[in-house]
Every structure is written in structure tokens, then in C-alpha cells.
Nanobody
Framework: QVQLVESGGGLVQAGGSLRLSCVAS????????MGWFRQAPGKEREVVAA????????YYVDSVKGRFAISRDNAKSTVYLQMNSLKPEDTAVYYC??????????????????WGQGTQVTVSS
């Protein structure tokens, strides 16, 4: 059974930092792109960041560029999202996702086949 399990969410003041982790089990995703998405109340799910299987290609939504960093450790089957200078508008449930197609990079949610249960990030002003 494939599982993606996120951790690291919580409540933080504006300007603070959090590091999200996503551990995959049940199969390896070392040759698959992975991403972080978020969904705020009343809003559609949006991509936050994505990373290629090798880590040499990344994508960030404009609103987090320069503040967030995605990385992965294939040996640990883990993808990370370092979030700095957090703002109240970053408040959302953050989801980790993985593609089943090998090597291909994507940023659209429909291209991702495996999803975690989500972790809440709340940024207070």
C-alpha cells in the first residue's frame, strides 16, 4: 500500500519558519517528480512547489518564490518544503503528492497520482 505521510505543520507567527516533510512508503518514488500543494478554506488547491526526480529542476508559484525551498532525499524516500518568512496568506492545508509516471516533470495537480492526507499550516498575524 502506497502512503505519503506529511509532518511538520503547525501554528507559527508571521515571519516565522516551518519545515514540512513527506515520507513515502509502499514503493519508491526515486524516479518520479513530487510536489507540494495547498488548499485554503474556500479556495482551490494550488501547486506550491514541485521537484524533478533528480532534484535538478524545481518550480515555485510566484507567491512563495524566494521564501520556500523544496528538496528531496531519495535515499530516505522523503521530500521537504522549507518555508521561511511565512505570511498569514500561507495558511492552508499542505499536501504532498507524487507522480506515477517516471521522470516526467509536472506542476498540475491532475498529473499527480498519489497524495498524502495533508498537514495544517496556520500563520498568525
Amino acid at each position: 500500500q502506497v502512503q505519503l505521510v506529511e509532518s511538520g505543520g503547525g501554528l507559527v507567527q508571521a515571519g516565522g519558519s516551518l519545515r514540512l516533510s513527506c515520507v513515502a512508503s509502499g514503493r519508491t518514488f526515486s524516479t518520479n517528480a513530487m510536489g507540494w500543494f495547498r488548499q485554503a478554506p474556500g479556495k482551490e488547491r494550488e501547486v506550491v512547489a514541485a521537484i524533478s526526480w533528480s532534484g535538478d529542476r524545481t518550480y515555485y508559484v510566484d507567491s512563495v518564490k524566494g521564501r520556500f525551498a523544496i528538496s528531496r532525499d531519495n535515499a530516505k524516500s522523503t521530500v521537504y518544503l522549507q518555508m521561511n518568512s511565512l505570511k498569514p496568506e500561507d495558511t492552508a492545508v499542505y499536501y504532498c503528492a507524487a507522480r506515477s509516471s517516471r521522470f516526467a516533470f509536472a506542476i498540475d495537480s491532475y498529473a499527480y497520482d498519489y497524495w498524502g492526507q495533508g498537514t495544517q499550516v496556520t500563520v498568525s498575524s
